[in-house]
């Protein structure tokens, strides 16, 4: 029997990269499986959206919603970082919210128009992008699991998809501390 999802309806396409060693796929857990993968991911990340739901602003507000989420190697993540970033070196996640402002006088995307009926369109939030190889040192120097990194990880970026940002310390405190609390319901399930 499959466990309720708490949270809005959630398109999720999930992959964790097949050149990531068999050690650090294994250390991850199911959250890395890439044959289960995506089923731990799409109760844990529609929970999630369910949890922000009421504080979300109202644009970001949807009965169902649409995200990326990819685990890759150090060596792809610096790629990203340099092409979208402009730093070298790896990173331990990327987010990149399809909701954000247009970039640089492009178009905004367009905001659908929402309506329960069977034919709605999910809102596309971006896709999150954790490399596995850094989440794993992370894991190390803060003396907790790797599985619990990649959740960290990934909560992080899915509040940056929801617009959360932290330009500054009191900024990535409370974003810190929003991170807790997920992480914190994630474990009560």
Known sequence: MAAELHGPDLDLAFEADPELPATLLQAAGAWADPLAGAEPWHRLVSDWLGQLGPE??????????????????????????????????????????????????????????????????????????ISLETAARQAQEHGHSLEREVLFLASHGLLHLLGWDHPDEASLAAMLGRQEQLLAAADQR
Not at 56 to 77: H, K, M, Q, T
Not at 95 to 124: C, K, N, V, Y
């Open 56 to 129: 979300l602003p109202e644009p970001l507000r949807a009965p169902a919603y649409s995200l990326g989420l990819s685990l890759v190697g150090d060596a792809e993540i610096a790629a990203l970082n340099q092409d979208w970033r402009d730093k070298s070196g790896p990173t331990d996640v990327l987010a990149f919210a399809a909701q954000d402002e247009a970039e640089a006088g492009a178009p905004a995307m367009p905001m659908p128009t929402w309506s329960d009926g069977p034919d709605s369109e999910p809102l596309e939030l971006g896709d999150i992008v």
